[in-house]
């Protein structure tokens, strides 16, 4: 069965829009063929970044090439995803700090990519599509960064097919939210 997985970035967890429009596109997915969803609430994670200590610990545990440490799990599970969905909403012109921590624990030399004989990176993700879904309170124009440094790193990891999707404007005064969620709902069904 096809895997999915569904990185939840969304901070406001039942309230969240952009968690509703990551729902239904999952939703779409599995229309089209049986999936099994595996959801990773980042709310719900300990994750922090990277400090001196933590650092050390992993470029021991990679030295001595313990891929299967419990700090390897996020970027094991991203490794093998046949498909990728991440919901994060629009916040200071990228994302949620929790999403960075979690890519930097995906990022993991010798299970998500490696480097070749000549240095150059070779993606190691079975992943062919990751979409990117987004709610912003105001309008993104080009400068959806958050969505531009995953697709970089999407790239990296091998992952061809690499998309975004946007719903925008919720947070203006007079805005119809309920319209503008129903439309991208629609969108994202077609
Ligand atoms: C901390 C924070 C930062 C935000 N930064 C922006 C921003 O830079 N540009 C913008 O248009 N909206 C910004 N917003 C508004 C959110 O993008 C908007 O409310 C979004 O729909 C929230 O998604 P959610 O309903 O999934 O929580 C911000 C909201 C928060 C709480």
Request: charged share 30%; aromatic share 10%.
């Amino acid at each position: 069965m096809k895997k999915l997985l569904f990185v939840n970035a969304c901070v406001r967890r039942d309230t969240s829009r952009t968690q509703r429009l990551g729902r239904v596109w999952i939703h779409r997915l599995c229309r089209e063929q049986p999936c099994e969803v595996e959801e990773v609430i980042l709310e719900e994670e300990a994750l922090s970044g990277l400090d001196t200590g933590s650092l050390a610990r992993r470029d021991r545990l990679l030295n001595e090439g313990h891929l299967e440490h419990e700090m390897f799990r996020y970027a094991r599970e991203f490794r093998k995803a046949d498909e990728i969905i991440i919901a994060a909403p629009y916040w200071d012109l990228s994302f949620p700090a929790a999403l960075k921590c979690y890519l930097e624990a995906v990022s993991i030399v010798g299970l998500t990519f490696h480097y070749r004989m000549d240095g150059t990176p070779e993606g190691l993700c079975r992943a062919k599509r990751l979409t990117y879904i987004t709610t912003a309170g105001g309008f993104i124009g080009q400068n959806n960064f958050g969505y531009e440094y995953i697709r970089g790193l999407a790239e990296l990891f091998g992952i061809e097919e690499i998309q975004e999707f946007r719903a925008e404007g919720l947070d203006i005064i007079g805005a119809d939210t309920e319209a503008i969620l129903k439309q991208a709902e629609t969108e994202l069904l077609a």
